[in-house]
T-cell receptor, first 113, second 114 residues
Framework: GDSVTQMEGPVTLSEEAFLTINCTYTATGYPSLFWYVQYPGEGLQLLLKATKADDKGSNKGFEATYRKETTSFHLEKGSVQVSDSAVYFCALLHSGNTGKLIFGQGTTLQVKP | DAGVTQSPTHLIKTRGQQVTLRCSPKSGHDTVSWYQQALGQGPQFIFQYYEEEERQRGNFPDRFSGHQFPNYSSELNVNALLLGDSALYLC?????????????FGSGTRLTVV
C-alpha cells in the first residue's frame, strides 16, 4: 500500500543554518504531495504542496520539489529561524482522489539561537 | 474567517466509557475527515464524511463511528474506550472536488483514557 517515510529526528540546527528534511514515498499512480507543520499544542498547518512531477511547492522560505524518478519530496530552507522549531510531516494524497491523506511519522526540528 | 473548530480541547474519560467529539469545518468546505494522532506519531486516517455519508474509512474498529450534519459539521463517537484510544483527534475539512488543494486542520481534541 501507499506509504511515506521521513528522516528520523530530532534535527537540531543553529539559527540561519540550511535545512533539509528528507521524505520519500511509495504509491501507485500520481499522488499529490504535501508538507504540514505542527507547532507545540496545535493542529497541523499546510506548509506547501505539489500536485505533479517536477512541481515545486514553496511558502515562507520553505521549498520542496516533486521528484517522481526518485519518489522524493524533500523539504528545504536556506536559513532557519528559532520560530521554525516544530514537527514537520510529509504526506501524500493518492491520485485516485480517495481523500485519504497518508502521513509520515514526522520530523522534529529544533533551532537554537 | 474561522478555520476548523473542534470541541472540547481536552477530555478525560474512563476505560469503557463513550465519548463524542465535535467539529465545525472551515466556511465553504463540505467534506470532513477525522484523524487519530498518537504521541510522537503521524496522524492516522479514521474516516471521511461527505453529503452526510461516510465516504471512506481507515483501519479502525466499529467502535469508531461518525456523523455529518446538514450544515457540514461532524461528530466522532468512540464506544467502549480503551487505554490505547488516548490520542489527539484531529478534524480536517476540505472542498469536495478540490482535495488536492490540501486540507485545513483544527487544533484537535486531546483525549486521555484512564
Amino acid at each position: 500500500g501507499d506509504s511515506v517515510t521521513q528522516m528520523e529526528g530530532p534535527v537540531t540546527l543553529s539559527e540561519e543554518a540550511f535545512l533539509t528534511i528528507n521524505c520519500t514515498y511509495t504509491a501507485t499512480g500520481y499522488p499529490s504531495l504535501f508538507w504540514y507543520v505542527q507547532y507545540p499544542g496545535e493542529g497541523l498547518q499546510l506548509l506547501l504542496k505539489a500536485t505533479k512531477a517536477d512541481d515545486k511547492g514553496s511558502n515562507k522560505g520553505f521549498e520542496a520539489t516533486y521528484r517522481k524518478e526518485t519518489t522524493s519530496f524533500h523539504l528545504e530552507k536556506g536559513s532557519v529561524q528559532v520560530s521554525d522549531s516544530a514537527v514537520y510531516f510529509c504526506a501524500l494524497l493518492h491520485s485516485g482522489n480517495t481523500g485519504k491523506l497518508i502521513f509520515g511519522q514526522g520530523t522534529t526540528l529544533q533551532v537554537k539561537p | 474567517d474561522a478555520g476548523v473548530t473542534q470541541s472540547p480541547t481536552h477530555l478525560i474519560k474512563t476505560r469503557g466509557q463513550q465519548v463524542t467529539l465535535r467539529c465545525s469545518p472551515k466556511s465553504g468546505h463540505d467534506t470532513v475527515s477525522w484523524y487519530q494522532q498518537a504521541l510522537g506519531q503521524g496522524p492516522q486516517f479514521i474516516f471521511q464524511y461527505y453529503e452526510e455519508e461516510e465516504r471512506q474509512r481507515g483501519n479502525f474498529p466499529d467502535r469508531f463511528s461518525g456523523h455529518q450534519f446538514p450544515n457540514y459539521s461532524s461528530e466522532l463517537n468512540v464506544n467502549a474506550l480503551l487505554l490505547g484510544d488516548s490520542a489527539l483527534y484531529l478534524c480536517a475539512s476540505s472542498l469536495s472536488g478540490r482535495l488536492r488543494d490540501g486540507y485545513t486542520f483544527g487544533s484537535g481534541t486531546r483525549l486521555t483514557v484512564v
